[in-house]
């Protein structure tokens, strides 16, 4: 049994590690998730370290440094926890690795995103302006043009001082962290450190923090226990499928080779370097010139902007490609008995619908033959996400836990399909819309909530039930419909097909 301290309460944190280390044979201890707080509310410290404490013994350890020191992710954006008292409450991790010497643990921290948190219609100018703001100081910094001097002073003085303020000096703080667990890992605390860089661009004050990270790494020459890349909520998948260990190999095809450096939206790196980054740090590796890999990652590559704001005649060069290339080597793929996985990366927050409606109109299966399917949020959360997961079928497979692995990890795939295919990329802008129009904000629907969660439960029920049938040739059962955080941004499904 692995122990996972999650990022937060919300599925992708504690969920998906509980299904993904279930398909891998393997059984997941976490804290009560009342503990773990919820959006705007921050975890009970008391309640985590109590839960720390009195852990059975167990084979790792992975931990959210956000969590035991601020609460969360969200808490972590703001002021209300003090420096002082975050490295505090991280001691009880020196204090258990010391009664644990021989137990591994594996930890895992954000460097902060460029933008606030968006949790309300009053925070969405300030979610935009001060991402703009942290890209421009950096950019300004770099190319300090007249006109990139300007656009930097305009941007700022339509934020209030007490926002930027406040923003900095969590900045400062979580960075201060950041370098205190390089220097905990130098001293042996940790046995790997993950830093995930949450929202951002090509600039920004995250790249001089990014900088400073990795001169201490150097420092304390930790290169082959730490990795940095863009990311947030997959952290701990990663770390899941790092302590199985099991060197699977990938072998990667693109959509389109061109555009595997491109840069995907909110992250900081060329595509193709990220991609490699999060296989190492799973301790998984691209599979050499020749050599049968034990999984063929198919990538729909980045596209960059937004797919609604693509223009038809960019679609129809998509639609091409995938008709004549991209979708005949994963049907032959198929065909020939592999392992494939569809990792779709062409924009955030959702699958690319060019993609999905030349694979429903393909003429032959594809969607139920896959063993992993992702398109959710960015580029980085649904790269994590696919890699564990095939990480934990290989494994199950590897051990002759293969059947049982297959249903699970077959109820894990179509639930991704139902979310980031059907609700992301398509339901969601239209429940957005419903709210609005009754009258509240989809951002933080407080007593509103169960309107909404009925119209996503009515539209997703009957959206499995044809998917289910037309490429699973099964019928649902026990699906369940939920919007955690009473809002819209993500969504909590559950199915199982019988």
Not at 384 to 397: S, Y
Request: some cysteine; charged content about 25%.
């Amino acid at each position: 049994m692995i122990a996972l301290l999650p990022l937060d309460d919300r599925p992708c944190n504690t969920r998906f590690p509980a299904q993904i280390a279930a398909i891998g044979a393997d059984a997941l201890a976490q804290p009560r998730i009342e503990t773990l707080g919820r959006f705007n509310a921050p975890g009970d410290f008391e309640s985590l370290k109590s839960w720390l404490d009195g852990l059975p013994e167990v084979a790792s350890l992975i931990v959210s440094i956000d969590m035991l020191a601020y609460g969360g992710l969200v808490a972590s954006r703001k002021t209300t926890t003090s420096l002082e008292t975050a490295l505090g409450r991280l001691e009880i991790l020196r204090e258990w690795r010391a009664k644990r010497p021989d137990t591994p643990v594996y930890a895992f921290n954000v460097l902060m995103r460029l933008a606030v948190t968006m949790d309300s219609d009053a925070a969405v100018p300030h979610y935009y302006n001060v991402m703009k703001w942290a890209r421009l100081c950096d950019e300004a910094n770099r190319f300090p043009t007249q006109e990139n001097k300007r656009e930097l002073d305009d941007i700022r003085s339509q934020i209030p001082d007490a926002i930027i303020e406040s923003y900095l000096q969590a900045r400062r703080r979580n960075h201060e962290v950041n370098l205190r667990m390089i220097d905990w890992l130098g001293e042996g605390v940790f046995d790997y450190l993950l830093v995930t860089q949450e929202d951002c661009t090509e600039f920004g004050l995250h790249r001089r923090e990014q900088d400073e990270l990795l001169a201490r790494v150097e420092e304390h020459q930790v290169a082959d226990k730490f990795s940095l890349h863009p990311g947030a909520d997959e952290a701990a998948l990663t770390l899941l499928a790092r302590e199985w260990n099991d060197d699977v190999s990938f072998a990667v095809s693109w959509s389109n080779v061109e555009r595997k450096r491109e840069i995907a939206v909110f992250e900081d790196v060329p595509y193709e370097d990220a991609l490699k980054s999060h296989i190492k740090a799973l301790k998984g590796r691209i599979a050499g010139e020749g050599e049968s890999a034990d999984v063929l990652l198919f990538v729909n590559a980045p596209v960059g902007g937004s797919q609604k704001n693509e223009t038809p005649e960019c679609r129809a060069v998509r639609r091409s490609e995938f008709d004549t290339q991209f979708l005949p080597r994963i049907q032959a793929a198929l065909d020939a008995g592999e392992r494939v996985a569809l990792c779709d990366v062409a924009f955030p927050n959702g699958a690319d619908e060019v993609l999905m409606g030349a694979i429903e109109e393909f003429g032959q299966e594809i969607l139920a033959r896959l063993i992993a399917f992702g398109g959710w949020n960015t580029a980085g959360n649904t790269t994590g996400t696919i890699l564990a997961e095939c990480a934990a079928l290989v494994r199950a497979q590897r051990a002759g836990r293969g059947e049982q692995a297959g249903e699970l990890n077959r109820d894990f795939l179509f639930e991704r399909l139902l979310d980031d295919w059907f609700y992301q990329a398509n339901l969601r802008a239209r429940l957005e819309k419903e709210a609005r129009d009754s009258g509240f904000s989809p951002l933080s629907m407080n007593g509103h909530t169960h309107q909404i969660e009925t119209s996503a439960r009515r539209e997703i029920t009957a959206f499995a039930r044809d998917l289910a049938r037309n490429h699973f040739g099964a019928r649902v059962r026990d699906l369940s419909v939920t919007l955690p955080w009473g809002r819209t941004f993500e969504v909590s499904v559950g199915a199982k097909l019988g």
